[in-house]
Every structure is written in C-alpha cells, then in structure tokens.
C-alpha cells in the first residue's frame, strides 16, 4: 500500500487499521493497544509548545458515543505522545509520534465481521480492497478504509493548529444541511458563537433540532442518511499554493476527497458559477485605505484566484453520503464461491456521519495550510520582489 502520508515539508503519516489484526492473539502485546493507531508529524518546527492535551480536544471531537446519533463504539482515543517533545512540552524539530491506543475491542466484533469477510457491503469499500489486496485484505472493520483511520489524521491536524495558531489563522467547520433540511446561510461570526452548541455542530440551532429529530428517526429504521459540511478558513494571506498542479485550492481538494464518504467539494458560489453571467461572477475589488491591501465586493471564488490564496476568507463545502453500513437487507456477492447473496451488516455504525466528520476536514485543511506556508515561506526567502507585492 503506497499513500500513507500527506503533504510536501510539513508531512503527516498514518498508520494503523481499524482492529490493527497484528497483535490480536499476542499474549506479550498489552491489550490496550490492539487497535492502536499511530500518526508521525514530520516537519514540525522547533520551538511549537505541544501537549497531549490539545491534541485529546481535537480528537474529542470526533470519538463516537458523544450521542445517540453516533455509533455505540466506545473508543476513548486516549493520546500519548512519544517522541519529538522534550520535558517542557517544547517540540525538538525531530518527527512527532502520536500513539492512540484502541480500548473497544472484542473477539464478539472481529467475529461479526469474519463471518461476512467474503462479502462486500455495498457502499463501503472492501470490494475495491479485495481486488487490490486479495487474499491478504484485512477484512476486519475495513482495515484501512475503516473510518477510524482519521483518528490519526485527527492528531496530526491538531499539531498543525497548534503552528496556524501563532499566525492567526482559524479554520472552523459545521454542518450546513442533512437529508435534506437546510441551515439558513452561516458567517464566520455565527460558526464561532454556535460551534459545538449541538450534537450535529450545526449554528443554526432551530435547524439543528430538526435534523437530530430526523437522523433519529432515521436510525429507527435502519437506515443512515448524509449531508453538507461547510468550513471557513479564516485570516490565510493572499499567495499561497504553487500554481499550476499545486495549487492550494486543488490541493484542499485532495486533502478533502481523501476522507471516506466526502463525494463532493465546492468553492466559493461552486456550481452556481454555472448559472451566472461573467461580470455577475467575477468578485470586483477596492483598495482598502485602511490596511493598504487589495479587498473583493464580494466572494464567489471562494477564497482563491488560479487556485492562489487571494487573501479573503476560504469557503468550501464538502457532500458526505449515507453512511455505507445499513441495517437493510442489501444484494451483495459472496467472493468465496462467486454467488449472489443478501446481507443485513450486524456492524456498530453511525446513523449520519455529520457530527463526527467535522474535525477530520479541519484536520486536513489545517495540515494542507501549514505545508503551503512552508512551501511559500522556502522560496519567498530566496526571491526578491519589490516591497508594494507584500503589501498587496
Ligand atoms: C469519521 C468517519 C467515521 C466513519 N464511520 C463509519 C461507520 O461507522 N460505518 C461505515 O460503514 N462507514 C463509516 N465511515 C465511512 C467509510 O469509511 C467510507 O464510506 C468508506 O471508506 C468508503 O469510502 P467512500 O465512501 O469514500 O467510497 C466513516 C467515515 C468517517 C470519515
């Protein structure tokens, strides 16, 4: 498996499967770390204060069990740090490694699963894993296509905050619409005063009551259902991304569509570019005397202009499916004996990913950010442009 790790300089890797199958049945193994995963933040800076701590908010936010919308796993996600920080929680400059311990492992959860091990649930991805890693495929929660694996991603978004936030820079994300029932529009101002305020951390909160009432309802019979994720990457300074393959826009992008369920990303006015005239999109500008820096009328483009940070606040949206697991009688084949067959997963699952998918795509723009300023920071060093640039 290649595409373990993400970003240029600032480099986070993961590793570790939903069940982590290695150590099962090693009595010399602790219990505890089973299903561990483990995250190395390459390219840290010396110098950044870093606690478990502020790493165990972040991924707080995304443990299940938090409400009955989530799945009933009892993940605690206890973080521990073991290398790259000195006894003053001051980072080195050497890799971070992150270790989170799996406390929610039973024989009765991989026996659910080996019993349907030759069988793909539809929407998840094991048939796709059974045809890149046959018979060696771990079969277990998804392996690596389990939505666990973003616990670590989790951690090393959180390392990445910890940097963005000597700079100011915020990225915030909430949820905007689920099976249908829409927010009404949100800035940045009401995302901050709502953040979290529910269990779906959606800011409209007369919004939020009914899609929680809906997603209970829909849990009772069986089903799941998805949404929209909207984020709000505040103060990034114009410039950022390298153009042509490397722009930041795209390169949000990758981060984004590397998180399972997210089928769908727009910037800005999105696909409503696709009705309007030119001048109508196009975001006019002024020179704002006050800071003596290029300002827009308005922000279609969503923060960018040839994929460059054009230093107005980031807007992206992001589709996330129903939850693939269902508990619905689904047509599916046995790849052992190549049959057809039924199958009504007996998995633990989420009933909409929506409260749980938040922190995993501020996760990845906060890393996607802090490797693009290293990127900038690097070659601006080398170049000398006349002063008026900086400014602008
Ligand atoms: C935080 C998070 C939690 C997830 N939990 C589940 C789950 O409990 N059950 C499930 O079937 N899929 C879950 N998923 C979704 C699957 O990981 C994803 O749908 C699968 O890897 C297939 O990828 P695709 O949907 O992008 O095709 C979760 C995803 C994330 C990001």
Same mark, same amino acid.
């Given at each position: 498996m290649t595409g373990n790790t993400f970003g240029r300089l600032f480099r986070v890797t993961t590793c570790g499967e939903s069940?982590?199958?290695?150590?099962? +049945?090693? &009595? *010399?193994? &602790? +219990?505890?770390?089973?299903?561990g995963l483990l995250t190395i933040v390459d390219g840290v800076p010396a110098g950044i204060r870093i606690t478990a701590e502020d790493i165990q908010v972040e991924l707080d936010k995304r +443990?299940?069990?938090?409400? +009955?919308?989530?799945? &009933?796993r009892l993940e605690k996600d206890k973080v521990y740090i073991f290398s790259g920080v000195m006894e003053n929680q001051m980072s080195t400059g050497a890799p971070i490694g992150i270790v989170i311990p799996n406390n929610d492992i039973e024989d009765i959860h991989v026996g659910q699963y080996h019993d349907y091990k030759d069988m793909a649930r539809p929407g998840h991805a094991e048939l796709t894993f059974m045809k890149r890693y046959g018979q060696y495929n771990d079969w277990v929660g998804a392996g690596?296509?389990?939505?666990? *694996?973003?616990v670590s991603r989790v951690a090393g978004g959180a390392v990445a905050k910890l940097i963005l936030d000597k700079y100011g820079i915020d990225v915030i994300a909430y949820t905007v619409e689920s099976h249908g029932i829409k927010a009404a529009p949100v800035d940045y101002e009401m995302a901050k005063k709502n953040y979290r305020k529910n269990n779906i951390n959606c800011p409209d909160l007369e919004a939020a009551e009914q899609m929680e009432r809906d997603i209970l309802a829909v849990r009772k019979t069986g089903e799941t259902c998805g949404g929209v994720i909207e984020m709000i990457i505040r103060g990034l300074p114009a410039g950022l991304g390298e153009p042509v393959f490397d722009k930041l826009e795209a390169t949000l992008a990758h981060a984004m569509m590397s998180i399972g369920a997210i089928k769908g990303i727009e910037f800005g006015a999105g696909f409503r570019v696709?009705?309007?005239?030119g001048s109508e999109c196009n975001d006019e500008m002024y020179w704002d005397k006050e800071t003596g820096r290029v300002k827009f009328y308005t922000n279609h483009a969503g923060g960018f202009l040839g994929g460059i940070s054009n230093g107005d606040e980031v807007r992206i949206r992001m589709a996330v499916k129903p939850t693939p697991t269902v508990d619905v009688v689904q047509r599916t084949v046995d790849t052992d004996n190549g049959t057809d067959v039924n199958l009504s997963p007996i998995t633990r699952r989420d009933a909409s990913l929506l409260p749980r998918i938040y922190p995993v795509c501020e996760a990845m723009a906060r890393i996607t950010i802090v490797d693009a300023m290293m990127i900038f920071n690097g070659y601006r060093s080398m170049e000398d442009l006349d002063k008026k640039y900086d400014l602008m």
């Amino acid at each position: 498996m290649t595409g373990n790790t993400f970003g240029r300089l600032f480099r986070v890797t993961t590793c570790g499967e939903s069940y982590s199958g290695c150590f099962r +049945k090693n &009595p *010399e193994i &602790p +219990k505890q770390l089973y299903g561990g995963l483990l995250t190395i933040v390459d390219g840290v800076p010396a110098g950044i204060r870093i606690t478990a701590e502020d790493i165990q908010v972040e991924l707080d936010k995304r +443990k299940p069990g938090q409400s +009955k919308l989530d799945s &009933p796993r009892l993940e605690k996600d206890k973080v521990y740090i073991f290398s790259g920080v000195m006894e003053n929680q001051m980072s080195t400059g050497a890799p971070i490694g992150i270790v989170i311990p799996n406390n929610d492992i039973e024989d009765i959860h991989v026996g659910q699963y080996h019993d349907y091990k030759d069988m793909a649930r539809p929407g998840h991805a094991e048939l796709t894993f059974m045809k890149r890693y046959g018979q060696y495929n771990d079969w277990v929660g998804a392996g690596r296509a389990s939505g666990r *694996e973003t616990v670590s991603r989790v951690a090393g978004g959180a390392v990445a905050k910890l940097i963005l936030d000597k700079y100011g820079i915020d990225v915030i994300a909430y949820t905007v619409e689920s099976h249908g029932i829409k927010a009404a529009p949100v800035d940045y101002e009401m995302a901050k005063k709502n953040y979290r305020k529910n269990n779906i951390n959606c800011p409209d909160l007369e919004a939020a009551e009914q899609m929680e009432r809906d997603i209970l309802a829909v849990r009772k019979t069986g089903e799941t259902c998805g949404g929209v994720i909207e984020m709000i990457i505040r103060g990034l300074p114009a410039g950022l991304g390298e153009p042509v393959f490397d722009k930041l826009e795209a390169t949000l992008a990758h981060a984004m569509m590397s998180i399972g369920a997210i089928k769908g990303i727009e910037f800005g006015a999105g696909f409503r570019v696709a009705e309007m005239v030119g001048s109508e999109c196009n975001d006019e500008m002024y020179w704002d005397k006050e800071t003596g820096r290029v300002k827009f009328y308005t922000n279609h483009a969503g923060g960018f202009l040839g994929g460059i940070s054009n230093g107005d606040e980031v807007r992206i949206r992001m589709a996330v499916k129903p939850t693939p697991t269902v508990d619905v009688v689904q047509r599916t084949v046995d790849t052992d004996n190549g049959t057809d067959v039924n199958l009504s997963p007996i998995t633990r699952r989420d009933a909409s990913l929506l409260p749980r998918i938040y922190p995993v795509c501020e996760a990845m723009a906060r890393i996607t950010i802090v490797d693009a300023m290293m990127i900038f920071n690097g070659y601006r060093s080398m170049e000398d442009l006349d002063k008026k640039y900086d400014l602008m």
